[in-house]
Nanobody, 111 residues
Framework: EVQLVESGGGLVQPGGSLRLSCAAS????????MSWVRQAPGKGLEWVSS???????TYADSVKGRFTISRDNAHNTLYLQLNSLKTEDTAMYYC?????RGQGTQVTVSS
């Protein structure tokens, strides 16, 4: 059974940083493409970043240069490092594998 459990969200001031984690089970993270998506209040899902099984990373223009996706294959965990956070980054963040996604972790950027 595929399970994705996100953590690491919180309240942070503009310019701050967070590291999100996604603990995956039921499939080998190392052999699959993974993504992060987010949903701001009242808006639809927005793609944030992806990493291929070959470790090629891509980013939405809105986060490029500020966010970094990575993974720890030994622990079957996906990460998203969020730096230089802006108020418009406020959203529920989800990790995504194929048709599955987790319950999400809330990131709130506010002064």
């Amino acid at each position: 059974e595929v399970q994705l459990v996100e953590s690491g969200g919180g309240l942070v001031q503009p310019g701050g940083s967070l590291r999100l984690s996604c603990a995956a089970s039921g499939f080998p993270l190392s052999l699959n493409d993974m993504s992060w998506v987010r949903q701001a209040p009242g808006k639809g899902l927005e793609w944030v970043s992806s990493i291929t099984y070959g470790d090629r990373a891509t980013y939405a223009d809105s986060v490029k240069g500020r966010f970094t996706i990575s993974r720890d294959n030994a622990h079957n965990t996906l990460y998203l490092q969020l730096n230089s956070l802006k108020t418009e980054d406020t959203a529920m963040y989800y990790c995504k594998f194929a048709g599955w996604r987790g319950q999400g972790t809330q990131v709130t950027v506010s002064s």
